[in-house]
DNA sequence: AGCACGCCGACT
DNA sequence: GTCGGCGTGCTC
C-alpha cells in the first residue's frame, strides 16, 4: 500500500504550528516512507525537519498550497508508532508541543541544526565588489559571515536583483563512528604478480607483500599488520597504492565502557526475595500490565530480584528497561548488570557523550541488545517487546523532567507496560508517599523485603543533640560521639563516610558589619563561594564573579565566608586528623568526565579513609568495608519550604544509613542534628518506615497536599516585577471563573526564588482531587497565553504534578 | 520560532 | 521622499 500524502510534525516548537502538516511524498519515496520517518521539508521560507506522524491518500489541503517532502532523512523509522502515541498522550498529559515530546524520545544527535547560507546564483563578476571575495572559494557561504561584517544591506540588494539566493540548510549530526580497516586483495595470483614488480632494493615491501599473501582476503587491523610484520605505515601505503590491500571503513559502536567485567551467576535468593520474584514473573506470563512496589529496607537484596526478574524477561525472548536515578553515580549498579547479561546490556546516562548516546541508542533500535540500564530518559528505549520496567529508587526526584515535556518517568512506565501488557516493577527503601498510598489502595501491588539480604542486622544509629553539644562548648562541626567513633574506625583500619546535607547550606559571603549577604546580580540568591577559582558563583544562572574585597553595601573589609563547604569540612578533618586520608566528591571534584567512577573505584580499593560528600554519595555505594556514616547536619533538608522537606529527609537518611556494615563487619551510623526530636529523624533510626508514612500521610491529609490532593503549578515571569505579578492575578482570575468550587487555588505568590535570570516570579498553586476540567482549562489559559501574552514579555509555565514547589 | 508584509516617524 | 521601527499574520 502506498500514499500519496504525508502528516508532518514540524520541527518548531510554536503554540500555532503545534499540528501536522500535509506534504505530498514523491513517487520514488512512496514505498519507503512510514509512520516515525524523518524527513527534510519546506516550511513557510526555510528546510525544516519533521517526523511523519500519519500516511494517508488525500487531503483537504488547495492544491496550490501543498509541498513536497524534500528529503526522506531515515530508511528505518527512528519512531515506533508506539512512540507516536505516546507522544500525543505526553503532550496532552504535560501540556507541551508536540514536537518536544517527540524529540525528547531521541538522542540528542538526532536532532537537526539549522543553517542559513547565502548561494551564488550568477558569475561572480556580477556581484557587488565587497561580497566578490567570500564566494571566490564556494558558492555558498554562511549568512553568518556576512551578518558578523556588517555586509547585510548589500547582500539584501544582491538577493532582490537575484545575484544571489538565501537557503536554508538542515544539518544532522548522527554521525556513525567509522574505523579504519585494511581489506587485503582475494586474489593470491594478483599478489604474486604485485610482489615480483616490486623493485629489489624495496626490501620491506617485498616482506610486506609476502606476509599478504599468507592472509589473502582478510580484513584486519592497520595495526596488526604494522606489528606483525615490524613494518612502517610509508611501507603499507606503498603496497596500498600498488593495489595489494586497500583500506575500508567499519561501522563501530563507540564504547562507553573502560573497564572489564567478570561474569557472574544468580545468587541463591531468601524466602521473601523468592516470593517477590514469583509474583513478578508469573504477572509477566500472565501479560497483565501490573504495577508492583518491591519495598525492602537498604542491602535487602533488591537489585538481585530485579536481576532474576529480568532473566526470566530474557527468557521469554522480551526485553527488559531499568531506570536508575542518574546512572553515572552509582557504576557499581551498571557493573552488576553487565557481569550478568553482558553484550546484551546498553547504557544510557548524561555522562555519555553525544556520540556515545547515539550508538547506545542505536544498539536498542536495532534490537543488538535487549536490556537498558538507564537514567531518566531511557524510559523511551525503543523496544518493541517490552516485558519488564524496572525503577530503582521510585522515590528520586530525578524521574521528573524539569523542562518540557515536564513528565515523570513512572508514569511513562506504567503507559508503556499497559501498551506492552507487561509488569512495572517500582523498587525502594523508603518509598514516595504516593507510590507506598497507592500500594496501600491495591492500585499496586505491594512486595516487602523486611530482611537484609545476608540477614546482616541493620546498623545502629545514633543521633546526636547537637545543641547539647554547643551548650558543653564544643563549637566544631563534629560532636565528640562523632569524632571518637572517626578515631576508632581510623585505628581499625576500616572506612567512614561522611555526609553533609548542603542543601541550602552552602558557603556564602557574608558581611560582618552590615550583615549583607552577596547576591547574583540577576537572581534573588546568595552566591556561593567556590575555592577551587576563588570565585563567587550563582548556581542557577551560571553568573560568576570575583571575592569582593570589602562589603558592597558598606565597604566595610570584614567580608568573608560562611557555610560548611565539603571544602571546609575536609579542612576541619585534617586538623582533627592529620594522618587520615580523605577523599572529597562534590561537584567541583567530580566535574571531570568519569570522575565518580575514578573517585569510587579508589576508595573502593582502599586509597582512602574517609569519602566525603554531599546527597550524592548516599545512594548505591556498596563497600564491604564502610563500617561508620557519619551525617554532618541532618536537619538542612528539613526547613526546606517545600511540603516533601520531611519526606526527603527521611529518605536521606535511611538511605546514608544504609551504606554501612553491608558485609560481615557490624556498621554504625552517626547523625547530628539540631532537632533530633523531629519524627522524620527519629524515625530514620530504625528505619520504620510504615510510621513514618502513618505519620507524614496525617500531616499531608491536614495541609492538603498529595497524595490526598493533586497539584499543579503555574509560573509566571517578566523582567517587570508588575507586569509578572498583573499577569499571574490574571491567571488565577481565570482559573477560579473556570474551575468547580472544591478545587482550590492558592496565590499568586511570590516563587521561592523570586527573581531567577532578571525575571521576577509568581506562582499559583492548584490543589484538586477530581477535576475533569483541568486540563481542557488550563490548555486554555495557555492557549491565551501563548496567543496574546507572550508578546508582552510573559513567560508562563504549567507544572503538572511538580516534583518540588 | 522565524520570516514577510505593511503601516507610521525622523533622517540623508 | 526613504529607511527602518516593530505590530500582525502565516507557515502544508
Given at each position: 500500500m502506498t500514499f500519496r500524502i504525508a502528516e508532518v510534525i514540524v520541527d518548531v516548537a510554536a503554540y500555532p504550528v503545534d499540528r501536522p502538516f500535509d506534504y505530498l511524498v514523491p513517487e520514488q519515496m512512496q514505498s519507503l516512507i512510514e509512520c516515525g520517518s524523518r524527513v527534510k521539508v519546506p516550511f513557510g521560507p526555510r528546510n525544516v525537519l519533521g517526523f511523519v506522524v500519519g500516511l494517508k491518500e488525500d487531503t483537504d489541503v488547495p492544491i496550490d498550497k501543498i509541498k513536497e517532502v524534500t528529503k526522506l532523512i531515515d530508511i528505518e523509522p527512528v519512531l515506533t508508532t508506539e512512540m507516536l502515541q505516546l507522544a500525543k498522550w505526553l503532550k496532552n498529559k504535560t501540556i507541551c508541543f508536540e514536537i518536544d515530546a517527540l524529540q525528547v524520545m531521541l538522542p540528542s544527535a538526532l536532532r537537526a541544526k539549522y543553517e542559513k547560507m547565502v548561494t551564488l546564483q550568477t558569475d561572480i563578476e556580477n556581484l557587488p565588489i565587497d561580497l566578490q571575495e567570500h564566494f571566490k572559494k564556494s558558492g555558498r557561504v554562511n549568512y553568518k559571515v556576512f551578518e558578523k561584517l556588517h555586509l547585510l544591506q548589500t547582500l539584501k540588494m544582491a538577493i532582490s536583483h537575484k545575484l544571489l539566493a538565501v537557503e536554508y540548510v538542515v544539518k544532522q549530526q548522527g554521525n556513525v563512528k567509522e574505523i579504519r580497516k585494511v581489506k587485503i586483495a582475494d586474489d593470491a595470483n594478483q599478489l604474486n604478480e604485485i610482489s615480483a614488480q616490486i623493485s629489489n632494493r624495496a626490501k620491506k615491501q617485498k616482506l610486506l607483500v609476502e606476509w599478504l599473501i599468507q592472509h589473502v582476503g582478510k580484513v584486519m587491523d592497520p595495526e596488526t599488520i604494522l606489528t606483525e610484520t615490524n613494518s612502517s605505515m610509508a611501507v603499507l601505503q606503498a603496497v596500498i597504492d600498488l593495489g595489494a590491500a586497500k583500506f575500508v571503513h567499519q561501522e563501530v559502536y563507540r564504547d562507553p565502557f573502560t573497564k572489564e567485567v567478570k561474569k557472574t551467576t544468580s545468587l541463591h535468593l531468601t524466602d521473601e526475595q523468592t516470593v517477590a520474584l514469583e509474583k513478578i514473573t508469573s504477572s509477566m506470563e500472565n501479560k497483565q500490565p501490573e504495577t508492583f512496589l518491591l519495598h525492602g529496607v537498604t542491602g535487602s537484596g533488591k537489585t538481585e530480584v530485579y536481576l532474576q526478574a529480568i532473566q526470566q524477561c530474557l527468557n521469554d525472548d522480551k526485553e527488559a528497561i531499568v531506570l536508575v536515578p542518574e546512572i553515572s553515580l552509582t557504576p557499581q549498579m551498571t557493573e552488576r548488570f553487565r557481569s550478568r547479561f553482558g553484550e546484551l546490556v546498553a547504557v544510557m546516562h548524561s555522562g555519555l557523550s553525544v556520540g556515545e548516546k547515539y550508538d547506545e541508542w542505536r544498539k536498542v533500535h536495532e534490537g543488538k541488545v535487549k536490556v537498558v540500564v538507564g537514567a531518566r530518559s531511557a524510559i523511551f528505549a525503543p523496544f518493541d517487546n517490552v516485558g519488564l520496567i524496572i525503577l530503582d529508587e521510585e522515590h528520586e526526584s530525578t524521574y521528573k523532567q524539569e523542562d518540557s515535556p515536564r513528565y515523570h518517568a513512572r508514569d511513562v512506565a506504567i503507559w508503556r507496560s499497559e501498551y506492552h501488557n507487561c509488569p512495572v516493577l517500582l523498587g525502594s527503601a523508603t518509598p514516595s508517599l504516593e507510590s507506598y498510598a497507592r500500594a496501600q489502595k491495591n492500585v499496586y501491588t505491594l512486595l516487602t523485603l523486611k530482611q537484609r539480604a545476608l540477614k546482616q542486622s541493620l546498623p545502629t544509629v545514633e543521633i546526636v543533640d547537637m545543641r547539647e553539644e554547643l551548650k558543653s562548648g564544643n563549637r566544631s562541626m563534629f560532636s565528640e560521639k562523632l569524632v571518637e567513633s572517626i578515631r576508632i574506625r581510623l585505628d581499625k583500619k576500616e572506612q567512614i563516610v561522611l555526609f553533609l546535607n548542603r542543601r541550602g547550606y552552602s558557603s556564602f559571603v557574608l558581611c560582618r558589619d552590615c550583615g549583607t549577604v552577596v547576591q547574583c546580580e540577576n537572581c534573588d540568591i546568595s552566591l556561593t563561594y567556590h575555592r577551587s577559582n576563588e570565585k563567587l558563583k550563582c548556581h542557577y544562572c551560571g553568573y560568576e564573579q570575583h571575592?569582593?574585597?570589602?562589603?558592597?553595601?558598606?565597604?566595610?573589609?570584614?567580608i568573608r565566608f560562611f557555610g560548611t563547604g565539603t571544602q571546609k569540612v575536609e579542612e576541619e578533618i585534617l586538623k582533627l586528623f592529620p594522618e587520615a586520608r580523605v577523599l572529597r566528591m562534590d561537584v567541583d571534584t567530580t566535574r571531570q568526565k568519569g570522575a565518580h567512577e575514578k573517585l569510587l573505584e579508589s576508595f573502593g580499593e582502599g586509597h582512602a579513609d574517609i569519602l566525603l560528600g554531599t546527597q550524592m554519595i548516599a545512594k548505591g555505594l556498596d563497600f564491604p568495608n564502610i563500617t561508620l556514616v557519619g551525617v554532618l547536619s541532618a536537619d538542612t533538608s528539613l526547613h526546606l519550604p517545600d511540603y516533601r522537606a520531611a519526606e526527603k529527609t527521611f529518605q536521606l537518611l535511611t538511605q546514608v544509613g544504609g551504606r554501612a556494615g553491608r558485609s560481615a563487619l557490624p556498621g554504625e551510623v552517626v547523625i547530628q542534628s539540631y532537632t533530633p526530636e523531629h519524627y522524620a529523624i527519629e524515625l530514620s533510626k530504625e528505619q520504620h518506615y510504615e510510621p513514618f508514612y502513618q505519620l507524614e500521610m496525617t500531616m499531608r491529609h491536614q495541609a492538603g497536599y498529595p497524595p490526598y490532593y493533586y497539584l499543579a503549578l503555574i509560573q509566571v515571569s517578566h523582567e517587570d516585577l508588575m507586569m509578572a505579578a498583573e499577569y499571574a492575578q490574571k491567571s488565577v482570575d481565570y482559573l477560579r471563573s473556570n474551575l468547580s468550587f472544591n478545587v482550590s487555588i492558592i496565590g499568586p505568590t511570590v516563587a521561592g526564588i523570586s527573581r531567577l535570570q532578571n525575571r521576577y516570579r509568581y506562582q499559583c498553586l492548584i490543589k484538586y482531587k477530581i477535576e475533569p476540567k483541568l486540563i481542557p482549562t488550563l490548555m486554555q489559559l495557555i492557549k491565551l497565553y501563548r496567543s496574546d501574552w507572550i508578546k508582552k514579555g510573559i513567560i508562563l509555565t504549567i507544572d503538572l504534578d511538580p516534583s518540588t514547589i
Open positions: 571575592v569582593p574585597r570589602e562589603c558592597p553595601q558598606c565597604q566595610s573589609d570584614h
